[in-house]
C-alpha cells in the first residue's frame, strides 16, 4: 500500500474526493507522512478536473490533534526542533493548497480538533462538526503559538475578544457555540454528520464548478480589496462565469422549468 494511503485514506467518486485523516490511535495528529500524504491529495485537487469538491474528515473518534508531539519529546534529547521549519515546509503549503483552491472543501469534524487540526479545518471553506466535535486552540498548554493560519481565521472570524479568550485560554469550544458564533456553518447530530457532509459534497460536486469557484476566490479576496477592487473583480468573474457551458444550461433549465445539468465547463 503507498504511503499516502496509509495516513489519508483518499476516494474520488462522482466528482468528490473524500480525505479521511487516518492516524485514529494519535487522534489522526500530523506525523511527516501524513503532512505529505495530505498535501499531495490537495495537489492532486488543484490539478484534476474531475475533482470538483473536496470533502476532508478524520478516521475514528477524533479530527485532527494537530502536530503529533511525540515527534517533539524533548525527552528523547538532540537538538531543539525547528518549529518553524515545520510550518514552512508543511502547514503552510497546506493551508495556501486549501484556500487557493478554486473548488469548495467541506470538512466534517467527527470529534476533538486540536491545534494545527482545529486550524486545518477553520481553513476549509464549509466546516460541518458533530455536536460533540470540540475546538481547541491548544496551543497555550504547550508554550506554544497559534499556528496554521489559526491567528488569522480566529481574529477575522470572531474578532479579538473571542480569538484572544479562545487562544489565550485553549478551553475547548464545542460545536453548537462555534455554530452559533459564526466560526463553522453547522452543527449537526454525530450520527448525522457524514450523511450531511456527503450531502452536500454531492451538491456541490454537481454544481457550477466555475461559479462555486470564482466565488469562493471573490469571498475570501474580499477581505482585503476595496469596494472599488471589488467590483472590479466581480465585473471580470462575471465575465468569466458567463462564458462557462454551466450558466448556459442554467439559463436554459430555469427557462424550461427543470432542474440544470452542470458539466462543472
Ligand atoms: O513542528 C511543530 O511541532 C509545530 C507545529 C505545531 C502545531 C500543533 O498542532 S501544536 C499542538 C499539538 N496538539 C496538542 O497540543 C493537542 C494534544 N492533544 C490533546 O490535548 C488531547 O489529546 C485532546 C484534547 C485533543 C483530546 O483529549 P482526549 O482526552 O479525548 O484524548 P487523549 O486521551 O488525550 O488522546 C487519545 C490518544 O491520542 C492518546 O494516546 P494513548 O494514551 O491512547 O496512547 C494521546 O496521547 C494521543 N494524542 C492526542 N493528541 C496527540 C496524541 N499523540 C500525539 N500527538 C498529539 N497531538
Known amino acids: ?5 496509509e495516513t489519508v485514506q483518499a476516494t474520488l467518486a462522482g466528482g468528490v474526493l473524500e480525505l479521511v485523516l487516518n492516524r485514529p490511535d494519535r487522534l489522526n495528529a500530523f506525523n511527516d507522512d501524513m503532512h505529505l500524504a495530505l498535501r499531495a ?35 528523547k534529547g538532540g537538538p531543539t526542533p ?18 487557493s483552491l478554486e473548488k469548495p472543501v467541506v470538512c466534517a469534524v467527527n470529534g476533538a480538533a486540536a491545534g494545527a487540526g482545529a486550524n486545518l479545518a477553520l481553513a476549509c471553506d464549509i466546516v460541518l462538526a458533530a455536536k460533540s466535535a470540540r475546538f481547541i486552540q491548544a496551543f497555550s498548554r504547550i508554550g506554544l503559538t497559534l499556528d496554521a493560519g489559526g491567528s488569522w481565521s480566529l481574529a477575522r472570524i470572531l474578532g479579538e475578544p473571542r480569538a484572544k479568550g479562545l487562544a489565550l485560554t485553549a478551553e475547548p469550544l464545542d460545536a453548537d457555540t462555534a455554530a452559533q458564533w459564526g466560526l463553522i456553518w453547522k452543527a449537526v447530530e454525530d450520527a448525522a454528520l457524514m ?8 451538491k456541490f460536486a454537481a454544481g457550477p464548478t466555475r461559479g462555486l469557484g470564482l466565488t469562493k476566490r471573490n469571498i475570501q479576496a474580499a477581505a482585503t480589496n476595496s469596494l472599488d477592487a ?7 468573474s462575471q465575465r468569466e462565469a458567463g462564458h462557462t457551458a454551466d450558466y448556459a444550461e442554467g439559463v436554459t433549465a430555469f427557462l424550461e422549468k427543470r432542474a440544470p445539468v452542470f458539466k462543472g465547463k
Not at 500500500?1 to 494511503?5: I, Y
Not at 491529495?41 to 511525540?70: I, K, M, N
Open 230 to 236: 471589488q467590483l472590479d473583480l466581480e465585473r471580470d
Open 195 to 202: 450523511d450531511e457532509a456527503r450531502a452536500l459534497a454531492a
Open 1 to 5: 500500500m503507498a504511503q499516502d494511503e
Open 82 to 99: 525547528d518549529l518553524g521549519a515545520t510550518l514552512e515546509i508543511f502547514y503552510n503549503p497546506l493551508i495556501r493548497l486549501i484556500r
Open 41 to 75: 491529495q490537495f495537489e492532486r485537487a488543484h490539478a484534476d478536473e474531475a475533482v470538483r469538491v473536496v470533502l476532508l474528515t478524520g478516521a475514528g473518534r477524533g479530527f485532527c490533534a494537530g502536530q503529533d508531539l511525540g515527534d517533539r519529546d524533548p525527552r
